[in-house]
């Protein structure tokens, strides 16, 4: 699958699931998806409550999860599989294991070289959400987002067939980065990877982020005093997809490990 198929796909894949049928079909529709993926709908409204397939999609919890409110815990800011959980070599992460990227490709050259260099040598996380997880994302901290960074590309599948066969696949799909600061002035990169039949990443603090759009050129957007606490939600993806955090070095201790099945809210470090 070429770069423009897995973009013409999730375009389409978007429209259709963005169609609100008439109930009886809606809900055979979303009744469908729910037995296919085997959702657990225990924390969100019923199946059929819901317009059309992206709106179950990006469904949100009917009551708020539980966290720590101390200043040192990281939440997990999602419901996801952890595929990786360890230590940069240097300038270079892992997709998975055996292939590896730079960090600077995926972050581009719009964030400072400077800044990037603060996340060599460590911690970082990549968390998968396959299409049965919540879509929604969420601060890990309190947090200020200083920049957005929106990188078009690929919408290939992020899934295990895919990170085994597409080298720099995190670097070859389409992506936003923040850039991160928690209250301490420490530096962390929040990078939502896109992937097929993801026709959107949405971003609530700013409605000018548009994803997988006619603009195929990378857009910075700068903040001044965007300021999210722990917890908050941030935005959702339109399907399942990657989330990767990369923390300044010496920043955080990591509570997790790969292979972990986690949830939003979850504790997954501890500042130091």
């Known amino acids: 699958m070429n770069r423009g198929v897995s973009n013409i796909i999730s375009q ?13 079909i809606q809900r055979v529709i979303n009744l469908s998806y729910v037995k296919l993926m085997k959702l657990d709908m225990s924390e ?50 892992l997709q998975i294991k055996g292939f590896s990227y730079k ?24 968390f998968y959400l396959s299409p049965k997880d919540y879509h929604r994302y969420h601060a890990p901290m309190d947090m200020r987002v200083k920049k957005a960074v929106y990188i078009p590309g690929a919408l290939y599948p992020v899934n295990f067939t895919y990170l085994n066969r597409i080298v720099d696949l995190f670097v070859k799909n389409e992506r936003v980065v923040l850039e991160c600061e928690d209250k301490e002035g420490r530096l962390f990169f929040m990078v939502f990877v896109g992937a097929l039949n993801v026709g959107k990443m949405v971003f609530n603090f ?57 949830r939003f809210a979850d504790v997954i470090g501890y500042k130091n």
């Open 12 to 24: 389409i894949f978007g429209k259709f699931a963005s169609i609100s049928f008439p109930p009886s």
């Open 44 to 93: 969100f409204n019923s199946p059929d409550s819901y317009p059309t397939l992206n709106a179950l999609f990006t469904r949100s919890l009917k009551t708020k999860r539980d966290f720590p409110e101390d200043e040192k815990s990281v939440i997990s800011p999602c419901d996801a599989f952890i595929t990786e959980a360890t230590v940069a070599n240097k300038n270079r992460a």
């Open 103 to 126: 960090i600077e490709e995926l972050l581009s050259s719009k964030i400072e070289k400077e800044k990037i260099e603060r996340v060599y040598d460590s911690e970082y996380l990549n």
């Open 206 to 262: 700013d409605e000018k982020i548009q994803t997988n759009s006619k603009n195929r050129q990378i857009q910075v957007y700068e903040y001044e005093s965007l300021f999210l606490k722990k917890g908050e939600e941030i935005g959702y993806f339109m399907m399942g997809s990657t989330i990767v955090l990369f923390f300044e070095k010496g920043m955080i201790s990591l509570r997790v490990k790969e292979g972990e099945h986690i």
